[in-house]
Nanobody
Framework: VQLVESGGGLVQPGGSLRLSCVASGSIFGIYAMRWYRQAPGNKRELVAGITSGADINYADSVKGRFTISRDNAKNTVSLQMNSLKPEDSAKYFC?????????????WGQGTQVTVSS
């Protein structure tokens, strides 16, 4: 099983980016999917999560600006990020609980860099 993120880049404050993550491999089912981020010197923090039943939660710092969504048919999770701030700069990681040929466990992507700067 692999998770691959895309969509990061450099954006000015107030701008938008859309991150995507696709899961591939011998997948029988995907449960919760999440986005985390980690800035240099900081702990990895949960940004947003969405369950298989579409229950959603957000970190307080991104509420009203970020939107998480998933496409179960395509095994993807996306993060629409609007009104970006310099403090949103970090490496963003996709994480998902996946049932494959292994028992359910969580998997991580390699991360995609988001830099918010003028």
């Amino acid at each position: 099983v692999q998770l691959v993120e895309s969509g990061g880049g450099l954006v000015q404050p107030g701008g938008s980016l859309r991150l995507s993550c696709v899961a591939s491999g011998s997948i029988f089912g995907i449960y919760a999917m999440r986005w985390y981020r980690q800035a240099p010197g900081n702990k990895r923090e949960l940004v947003a999560g969405i369950t298989s039943g579409a229950d959603i939660n957000y970190a307080d710092s991104v509420k009203g600006r970020f939107t998480i969504s998933r496409d179960n048919a395509k095994n993807t999770v996306s993060l629409q990020m609007n009104s970006l701030k310099p403090e949103d700069s970090a490496k963003y990681f996709c994480n998902a609980d996946i049932w494959s040929t292994n028992p359910v466990r969580d998997y991580w992507g390699q991360g995609t860099q988001v830099t918010v700067s003028s």
